[in-house]
Each structure stands twice: as structure tokens, then as C-alpha cells.
């Protein structure tokens, strides 16, 4: 599995949408690689429905979407059709399944389950969730097991933090929230912070008596 920073593998596969060389895809987006178990399985119905229908959300920030999952186009396109259905999509399908029936890009990018096996025993995919930069660097990386789906709303927030503190020298405390205040980076010196932070930075005294918990307003 790659590592925080480093360049996301690029790959060539067979998709819904024709054959994808993953960077040129990419451009100078940010983007949003996630992983299912198989098709015309039932939680992964649910998400990839769940994708379609906030992909305005993705948009609105930036993102392009792309899945995969260790089955052919042709299996893909069938099972669109009951993802629609079920998501109530009517016709519309917004971003690329990518093909992996042999696992190659699975076994790459170390996706696989060892929990979960398909009918001939072969470990599925887990339900991996990988957020790459315009620079083609992996920003963001969540694994989760192929029996508990996810959640986008977690995974919008960590988008906004991603992307916020990609260019401001700000980090995001727990729980942060699009608009919400975010805490100064501790490698901002304190004669910088009136230049960084115009909207100002409240220091909260602490027991220690160490001034490292300075929180300031969003930067805009
Ligand atoms: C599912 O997507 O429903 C699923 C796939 C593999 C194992 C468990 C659940």
C-alpha cells in the first residue's frame, strides 16, 4: 500500500468509462480512489449509490471520483444498472468503475481482505479509501473491512481539512467542521502569526504553562 507522500502508483485499466491511465485521467485534480469487495454485493450497492448521488459535493470541491472493484467492465455495467435502480439515479452514472478481475491492482495497492473470500476463495478487496493531491501524491489513505461501509460525510470533512490545510499553515482540531476554527501549526513562530492569521490567534493558557493550543478562525 502506498505511503502518506508518496507519488500514487499509476496504472492502465479497463473501466465503465473505456481504458484509464490513471495520472492522465487525474490532471490536475484531486482525487478519490475507493475500493469495493465485488459486484452485485450489497453493501457496496449502497455506496457506490451513495457516491453517485452527492457527486455534486465532489465537484463543488475539486474532486474526481473513481472506484474499483475485482470484477470485469461487463459485470460492472450490469450491476450499474440495479445501482441506479436502487439509488434512484434514473440513467445518470457520473464517474468510472474500474475492472480488476484478476486482483492485479488490488494486490498493488494492497487492498485485499484476508477476512472476506469470494466463491472460488480468493480474498476480496477491503474497502480502501485513497484521497490523491494534484500532485499525484497520496494525501489520505482509510481501510476498512469489507463489512462495514463508509462514511462520505466523514470522508467530505476530511476532503475540506485536506484542502485547507494544503495551503494555509493551519491544522484542524477533532470533530472540525467546513467553517469551524482551526488550530495555528506549531511550526508558526509567534512573531509570524499576526502576518498569517489576520483574523487573530487566541492562546489557551494551559497547565504547563506552554503556549502550543492557539487556535484562529478559518483563514479564508
Ligand atoms: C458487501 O458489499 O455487502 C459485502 C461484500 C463482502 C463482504 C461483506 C459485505
Redesign the pocket.
Known amino acids: 500500500m502506498p505511503n502518506l507522500g508518496d507519488v500514487f502508483p499509476d496504472f492502465t485499466a479497463d473501466s465503465t468509462s473505456g481504458p484509464i491511465k490513471f495520472h492522465e485521467w487525474l490532471g490536475d485534480s484531486w482525487g478519490i480512489f475507493f475500493s ?3 459486484d452485485y ?7 457506490l449509490g451513495h457516491v453517485a448521488s452527492i457527486m455534486p459535493e465532489f465537484q463543488k470541491r475539486g474532486l474526481k471520483a473513481i472506484a474499483i472493484s475485482c470484477n470485469k467492465v461487463d459485470d460492472h455495467k450490469g450491476w450499474i444498472k440495479d445501482i441506479q435502480d436502487y439509488s434512484k439515479l434514473g440513467d445518470t452514472w457520473p464517474y468510472p468503475i474500474v475492472a480488476d478481475p484478476n486482483r492485479e491492482l488490488a494486490v498493488k495497492l494492497g487492498m485485499l ?1 484476508p477476512a ?1 473470500k469470494d466463491k472460488a476463495g480468493l480474498p ?1 478487496t477491503a474497502r480502501a479509501v485513497f484521497i490523491i493531491g494534484p500532485d499525484k501524491k497520496l494525501k489520505l489513505s482509510l481501510l476498512y473491512p ?2 462495514t ?1 463508509r462514511n462520505f460525510t466523514e470522508i467530505l470533512r476530511v476532503i475540506d481539512s485536506l484542502k485547507l490545510t494544503a495551503e494555509k499553515k493551519v491544522a484542524t482540531p477533532a470533530n472540525w467542521k467546513q467553517g469551524e476554527r482551526c488550530m495555528v501549526l506549531p511550526t508558526v513562530k509567534p512573531d509570524e502569526c499576526s502576518t498569517l492569521f489576520p483574523k487573530g490567534v487566541n492562546t489557551v493558557a494551559m497547565p504547563s504553562g506552554k503556549g502550543y493550543m492557539r487556535f484562529t478562525p478559518q483563514p479564508d
Not at 454485493?41 to 455506496?47: A, G, K
Open positions: 469495493h469487495p465485488a454485493t450489497p453493501v457496496c450497492t449502497t455506496e481482505d472476506e476480496l469489507a463489512t461501509g
